[in-house]
């Protein structure tokens, strides 16, 4: 077994899992209508409870206790991708939210779609544990895909303003999307069967059929290792990330004994 990839597989897995599913909780009590701020929320429960089993496997790989990866480890430490830990809009949620929907729809979206393809690679990884835990959180994640790529329709054929705020938020979002394929320290093989560029091939051959399909212009599509900005991959993160955690791990740093 290729101990350091798996490792470092699974830190890439559970840090994108846990951070978008703080950032989706932010929603709670902001989102358009109460029946959305419902869905957002079971959303960010699931993204919390895949970190957890990511977590978990670390734990039983020796890496430590899965709460404290969760909470304790430093920004440096982490393997998210940045667009992941990016704020869903000025203000923070206690201070002036200004939060931005369709920047919210359009990250979610470029993420869904590659979780889903990084779930169908990991299904057949050589690592039992892994590809069975990735066919299992595989058929949560297909509903959250359907549900973003739902409103990133609404949103484009609303009216003027929802698609000028649509549009808004995919130029936004989309010098980031490159970052979610470069694969830090994972080296493609039996555990992870597919390499950066193939991903990117399948994304794209999803991706651009729905801008086409709502009058979009394709914004390109993303280049492994040739995005600009940080790598959270390996390491490299904004300062999003620092308060981000400092939130997060707010309450552990309080009752580290806490089962969460």
Same mark, same amino acid.
């Given at each position: 077994?290729d101990?350091?990839?798996?490792?470092? !597989?699974? /830190?890439? $897995?559970? #840090?994108?899992?846990?951070?978008?599913?703080?950032?989706? @909780?932010?929603?709670?009590? &902001? *989102?358009?209508?109460?029946?959305?701020?419902?869905?957002?929320?079971?959303?960010?429960?699931?993204?919390?409870?895949?970190?957890?089993?990511?977590?978990?496997?670390?734990?039983?790989?020796?890496e430590?206790?899965?709460?404290?990866?969760?909470?304790?480890?430093?920004?440096?430490?982490?393997?998210?991708?940045?667009?992941?830990?990016?704020?869903?809009?000025p203000?923070s949620?206690?201070?002036?939210?200004?939060?931005?929907?369709?920047?919210?729809?359009?990250?979610? !979206?470029? /993420?869904? $779609?590659? #979780?889903?393809?990084?779930l169908?690679?990991?299904?057949? @990884?050589?690592?039992?544990? &892994? *590809?069975?835990?990735?066919?299992?959180?595989?058929?949560?994640?297909?509903?959250?895909?359907?549900?973003?790529?739902?409103?990133?329709?609404?949103?484009?054929?609303?009216?003027?303003?929802?698609?000028r705020r649509?549009?808004?938020?995919?130029?936004?979002?989309?010098?980031d999307?490159g970052?979610l394929?470069?694969?830090?320290?994972?080296?493609p093989?039996?555990?992870?069967?597919?390499?950066?560029?193939?991903?990117?091939?399948?994304?794209?051959?999803?991706?651009?059929?729905?801008f086409?399909?709502?009058?979009?212009?394709?914004?390109?599509?993303?280049?492994?290792?040739?995005?600009?900005?940080?790598?959270?991959?390996?390491?490299?993160?904004?300062?999003?990330?620092?308060?981000?955690?400092?939130?997060?791990?707010?309450?552990?740093?309080?009752?580290?004994?806490?089962?969460?």
């Amino acid at each position: 077994m290729d101990r350091p990839t798996l490792i470092a !597989l699974l /830190y890439q $897995l559970a #840090d994108d899992e846990l951070v978008i599913g703080h950032r989706d @909780s932010e929603w709670l009590g &902001l *989102a358009p209508h109460i029946e959305e701020d419902v869905a957002f929320s079971s959303i960010a429960q699931d993204e919390v409870g895949h970190a957890n089993l990511y977590y978990h496997l670390l734990e039983e790989l020796g890496e430590g206790r899965a709460d404290d990866l969760a909470f304790l480890r430093p920004a440096a430490a982490r393997r998210n991708a940045v667009l992941l830990e990016r704020p869903n809009g000025p203000g923070s949620y206690l201070d002036r939210p200004e939060f931005d929907w369709g920047y919210t729809i359009a990250r979610r !979206l470029a /993420y869904d $779609l590659f #979780d889903q393809i990084r779930l169908e690679v990991l299904a057949g @990884s050589s690592h039992a544990p &892994l *590809a069975q835990a990735a066919a299992r959180i595989r058929r949560e994640e297909r509903y959250h895909l359907i549900h973003h790529t739902t409103w990133f329709r609404r949103l484009a054929h609303g009216t003027d303003e929802s698609r000028r705020r649509l549009a808004a938020g995919v130029a936004r979002a989309w010098p980031d999307v490159g970052g979610l394929f470069s694969l830090g320290e994972v080296v493609p093989g039996p555990l992870f069967p597919a390499t950066a560029e193939e991903m990117v091939d399948r994304w794209t051959a999803a991706m651009r059929p729905l801008f086409a399909e709502v009058g979009f212009d394709w914004p390109g599509s993303p280049v492994p290792g040739g995005f600009t900005g940080p790598d959270g991959r390996r390491g490299q993160h904004t300062p999003d990330l620092d308060g981000l955690l400092e939130t997060m791990g707010e309450v552990y740093r309080i009752a580290p004994g806490a089962a969460w």
